[in-house]
């Protein structure tokens, strides 16, 4: 039999001692590539190639080498008398500490290690101090637009606790922050790194379900699941706004698992002031509570629970009604989900208030009395903080389109069950415009928010500016669908509902301009600036407006002044395109698409 050649690689025999450790380990043949050997590579294991064949310190002898002089200042600590000669530490975090003192947090991140076998910022568990106060504060200014409505002040006094301290915020939720920090800079040397932090902080949501193996008290583990559903909501924004709408969904409705689980849903109180008089969400009675959470110790960390439901809540309307499913979060006594939470408070006021039963209202259900036009604006209480209103814009979103939905099916459907439902459907929605034109006008009015200078850097408020400016949107959003139902029960080519319609949908584009003016004027160091995804679906519901007004007048007589109305309802549509096309993430582009297709198959 003929000989077969010998590979070049088969012909290179390590001698003795060449090895990598992983693969001496593991008793396989190692060809000795540098920096990572064949064998590693292929295992995925290309970070643990190790060699000790002397050719620069190996990274676990470097790690040695750190600890061996923290011992020694340790010891030279606790014992003053042991050595007066100075040791010197190796401060292994000193280039970025020097990038980040000169540089933005984009430049930083390019740093390299400045000695062989140093690990990059990014292979780290958690980033170094310097990288993590960064990301940080290059996530905060956007916070409450991307839907985190925890206090940032304990949230950035827990990042100074040691690494497993109970009170340090959980790995899942700084692992979504800096997640999203990542895509805030807009800088490809950081975005890379996207889809390593989300790996991360998926795997750290099944650890932050667990009880910490018995090593926590109650207050603790109810840290941890309130993180995990900050987390998740999180990480819901996040998939929305790269348009994957259905792992967002998935993880809003985690969220909404998780919160009517823990019972967060009836967080209320009975008259009196009674600590005992409290219900902190506990649903183990109805049969529905998979964990009761503990008694929270102050009045912040209750008003952390009540924000977080209510953030959960907005996520499951607004995105019920973008993909046309029904809600996840019933509002239904019948279910056990019955929602008696009161309407949340700024955090800042939750931080003021000295004892836990100043910081919950008496009363239950909180959104039905909204929207039976009982309770419009509160005087006192939570009813008007900026998260508040912004829940409260959603229960008038998702319920709009609901009854809309109910009124067509009984249009279309001879079913006598259908058809009372859609009579009720008509009673309702001529209640729920009341309604909604009340809070409408409650608001501050966008010709004085138009008026303010947005300055992320330097003015905390900027960030509430545009969630007041979303909840204008889906105020015009929920009328749409109440104006499409009564010009449809009303005869054909009622111009006041046709008008009052194209009013509403301007005043959606007119919320986008001012949104994305404040995007492309931004000037915060790092970022961009951020808008909700949802903007991007209320837009897409005012430019149809807009086309429908379009088509329907180019199949009517032409009028004297059609010609101007058409341009005028296509400037509009432009107008719209724009401001989304200003958007940061894919969410927004797809709209614009939409529009597009829509308007080219007329």
């Known amino acids: 039999m003929a000989n077969k050649p010998i590979s070049s690689t088969q012909q290179t025999v390590l001698q003795r001692g060449k090895a990598c450790l992983g693969c001496r380990r593991r008793k396989m043949r190692c060809d000795g590539a540098r920096p990572s050997c064949t064998q590693c590579i292929r295992g995925n294991r290309a970070g643990d190639c190790e060699y000790t064949d002397r050719q620069g310190p190996t990274h676990t002898q470097v790690l040695e080498e750190n600890v061996a002089l923290l011992q020694a200042r340790i010891r030279e600590l606790e014992a003053p008398d042991f050595s007066n000669r100075p040791i010197l530490l190796h401060d292994p975090y000193k280039t970025y500490r020097q990038a980040g003192s000169s540089t933005t947090l984009g430049a930083s991140s390019r740093s390299m290690p400045s000695r062989p076998g140093q690990m990059s910022w990014w292979e780290f568990e958690e980033p170094p101090t310097q990288i993590s106060d960064m990301l940080v504060a290059a996530f905060l200014p956007h916070a409450s637009s991307l839907g985190f409505v925890l206090s940032a002040?304990?949230?950035?006094?827990?990042?100074?606790?040691?690494?497993?301290?109970?009170?340090?915020?959980?790995?899942?939720?700084?692992?979504?922050?800096?997640?999203?920090?990542?895509?805030?800079?807009?800088?490809?040397?950081?975005?890379?790194?996207?889809?390593?932090?989300?790996?991360?902080?998926?795997?750290?949501?099944?650890?932050?379900?667990?009880?910490?193996?018995?090593?926590?008290?109650?207050?603790?583990?109810?840290?941890?699941?309130?993180?995990?559903?900050?987390?998740?909501?999180?990480?819901?924004q996040y998939f929305f706004s790269l348009g994957r709408l259905l792992e967002g969904r998935y993880h809003a409705n985690a969220a909404v698992t998780l919160s009517v689980s823990c019972g967060l849903h009836r967080i209320s109180r009975s008259p009196g002031p009674a600590l005992s008089r409290i219900s902190f969400g506990s649903s183990a009675n109805l049969g529905i509570g998979l964990f009761e959470l503990a008694a929270p110790r102050d009045a912040l960390e209750l008003g952390e629970r009540v924000r977080v439901f209510w953030m959960i809540y907005i996520t499951d309307r607004c995105w019920s009604v973008a993909l046309g499913a029904p809600c996840v979060l019933a509002d239904d006594g019948v279910l056990g989900t019955q929602i008696n939470t009161p309407w949340p408070r700024e955090v800042d006021e939750y931080e003021r208030i000295n004892d836990i039963p100043s910081a919950v209202e008496t009363g239950s259900r909180t959104v039905h009395n909204f929207l039976s036009g009982q309770s419009v604006q509160h005087q006192e209480g939570g009813g008007n903080s900026y998260l508040a209103l912004r829940a409260k814009a959603s229960a008038l979103y998702e319920r709009a389109a609901r009854l809309a939905a109910m009124w067509y099916s009984g249009k279309y459907v001879s079913t006598e069950t259908v058809k009372t439902y859609s009579l009720f459907a008509c009673t309702d929605l001529q209640a729920l415009a009341r309604t909604t034109t009340n809070f409408a006008r409650s608001l501050t009015p966008l010709a004085q928010l138009a008026t303010q200078v947005v300055d992320f850097s330097a003015d905390p408020d900027a960030d509430s500016r545009q969630t007041l400016l979303v909840v204008h949107g889906l105020a015009h959003a929920a009328m749409i669908p109440i104006l499409a139902v009564r010009g449809a029960s009303e005869p054909s080519g009622d111009m006041s509902v046709i008008n009052a319609r194209l009013t509403h949908a301007s005043e959606i584009a007119r919320v986008l301009d001012m949104l994305s003016g404040d995007m492309s004027s931004a000037d915060t160091g790092t970022s961009a600036g951020m808008l909700d995804p949802i903007l991007s679906i209320i837009g897409l519901s005012a430019a149809q407006v807009f086309l429908e007004e379009y088509n329907r007048m180019r199949q009517s007589p032409q009028a004297p002044t059609s010609t101007s109305r058409m341009e005028a309802l296509r400037a509009h549509i432009e107008r719209i395109k724009i401001a989304l096309g200003r958007g940061t993430g894919p969410i927004f582009a797809q709209q614009v698409t939409k529009i597009d297709e829509m308007f080219s198959s007329e």
């Open 153 to 236: 002040t304990r949230f950035r006094a827990g990042l100074s606790l040691p690494a497993l301290h109970p009170g340090r915020p959980h790995p899942a939720l700084l692992h979504v922050v800096y997640l999203w920090s990542l895509r805030l800079t807009n800088s490809p040397d950081l975005m890379q790194h996207e889809n390593l932090y989300l790996q991360r902080a998926i795997l750290a949501l099944q650890d932050a379900l667990s009880s910490g193996g018995g090593n926590l008290d109650g207050p603790a583990i109810a840290q941890r699941r309130i993180h995990a559903m900050q987390a998740e909501i999180l990480l819901a």
